[in-house]
């Protein structure tokens, strides 16, 4: 009887102690829930303006911005192309689409979804020092989650390779021609890439008229006169390539710098790590967050890599703080569940625009864009089309040798071909703006084509 008695008090004290010890857990969860909103004192204020000023809705037309223009105390609307009124309401029936720049507005949506994970709130004091506590320019939390990043992916290999962050990939590109050019040659090195490309890279090869590099032109042109192999050449390697998306590789063999601003996965099917030696990224194409000012380059050599810190030392004593506070938020978001979310909405976003836009062309024998043919995607785990950031289109007809003003006349803002070392009877057209800005592509462009069955005169 005693024994019995010992086991029914044994079985109640253990049930009473588990009783006890859930209560205590989930009321001090609790607790410390009610505490952490008690202690948010001053930022208060600055979570209350965030979300008053994103609160204005400019009728899903435009945004306004707390460092925008002020009206009466207020944020005034800044709206989207073809949009205006106080609040974004009016569409202007007669304008034109400006497909021109490549402003990557198109994954806004994405991060407004996610507003709760991505959005950052920087203190008044929030590191104000140049360096960070390592005596270095670069947050090691922010170059791992990079690194993750690629491995998720599979664009890029990282492992024992260096990285150098730069204000934009912009940046990196001159820092890259700085460390790869010859310093000590009697000659400077000639920098190439292969038509159509990327205006930048003359563009900054002219602006800095350095005695150590100079603009060379097409490496085609190259392939002949150089097979001395005598010349010091960097070769710009765009892969994918703007403005056409093709996935290129080293036409010449020699000194590289692949801009890999278009390899992710929203853009092309990933068929494999990339293993250049020197490589650049950018968020502007990955994330959207063009603004943010933010690139980094993956490099083998350490020489190189030496070159290209020096070079982000002197010209800039790094980039700021705040940008890789904020960057480091948005990549947590982009890696959550293994980057699904990012690159499946990225992904659909760019297919259902390749599918309306082909649809258009393909009742049209006056114009023709790219072609684009399947490979497997190591990120997908399938075969898929590429999806790329720009139509590039071609003016068939002899008589339409300057496309951009043929499209122009059917009230299409363009990129000519000539802006890319290519003829004029080829276009640019931007397929990452935002959805407004391609809803009014689609409607210029259907206008257009439904012209040619003999109404081209009134264009
Ligand atoms: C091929 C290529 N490289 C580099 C850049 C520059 O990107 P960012 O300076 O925004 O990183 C762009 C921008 O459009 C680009 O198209």
């Not at 609160?55 to 005034?76: K, T, W």
């Not at 106080?86 to 198109?106: M, N, R, Y």
């Not at 920087?122 to 670069?138: K, N, V």
């Not at 339409?400 to 009877?425: N, Y």
Request: some cysteine; glycine content about 6%; proline content about 4%.
């Amino acid at each position: 009887m005693k024994k019995y008695c010992y086991g029914i008090c044994l079985v109640i004290s253990v049930t009473i102690n588990i009783l006890l010890s859930i209560y205590i857990y989930a009321g001090g969860q609790k607790n410390q829930e009610i505490s952490h909103r008690l202690s948010l004192t001053w930022t208060e204020k600055a979570a209350a303006e965030a979300e008053a000023v994103a609160a204005i809705s400019c009728s899903g037309h435009g945004r306004a911005f707390l460092e925008g223009l002020i009206y009466d105390g207020q944020p005034v609307c800044e709206c989207y192309d073809c949009y205006g009124g106080p609040d974004c309401s009016e569409l202007s029936p007669e304008c034109a689409a400006d497909a021109d720049s490549g402003d990557p507005i198109f994954l806004e949506p994405f991060w407004m979804q996610t507003a709760a994970d991505s959005s950052v709130l920087i203190p008044g004091w929030h590191r104000m020092s140049y360096r960070y506590d390592d005596y270095t320019l670069m947050s090691r939390e922010l170059e791992y989650y990079i690194r993750k990043l690629h491995s998720i992916v599979g664009n890029a290999i990282t492992q024992g390779r260096y990285m150098v962050f730069g204000v934009g990939s912009s940046q990196l590109l001159t820092a890259a021609l700085y460390a790869l050019s010859s310093e000590n040659s009697s000659s400077p090195s000639n920098v190439l890439a292969t038509i159509p490309y990327y205006p930048m890279y003359k563009g900054q090869t002219v602006l800095f008229n350095s005695e150590n590099f100079e603009f060379g032109g097409d490496t085609n042109s190259w392939q002949s006169i150089n097979s001395t192999n005598s010349i010091d050449v960097v070769e710009f390697v765009t892969s994918p390539n703007n403005p056409d998306g093709e996935l290129k590789k080293s036409v010449l063999g020699r000194k590289t710098i692949y801009d890999h601003a278009y390899f992710w996965p929203h853009f092309t099917p990933i068929p494999g790590p990339s293993d250049q030696d020197l490589m650049i990224f950018t968020l502007s194409k990955l994330t959207g967050h063009a603004g943010a000012r933010f690139g980094w380059a993956i490099i083998k050599d350490k020489d190189v890599y030496e070159k290209l810190l020096n070079y982000i030392m002197v010209a800039d004593l790094g980039i700021s703080k705040d940008t890789q506070l904020r960057v480091l938020k948005l990549l947590k978001v982009a890696i959550e569940e293994d980057g699904k979310p990012l690159f499946e909405y990225s992904y659909n976003t760019m297919r259902d625009r390749w599918d309306r836009l082909t649809s258009i062309f393909s009742k049209s024998t006056r114009f023709s864009i790219q072609k684009r043919h399947p490979f497997h995607c190591n990120f997908f785990n399938e075969t898929r089309l590429p999806s790329p950031a720009y139509a590039w289109v071609k003016c068939e007809r002899e008589e339409d040798q300057d496309c951009s003003a043929v499209l122009e006349a059917g009230k299409i803002k363009g990129r000519g071909g000539s802006s890319f070392s290519a003829k004029k009877r080829y276009t640019r057209l931007s397929l990452i703006k935002s959805q407004d800005d391609f809803e009014m592509l689609m409607l210029r462009l259907t206008e257009l084509v439904s012209l040619e069955n003999g109404n081209i005169e009134t264009m």
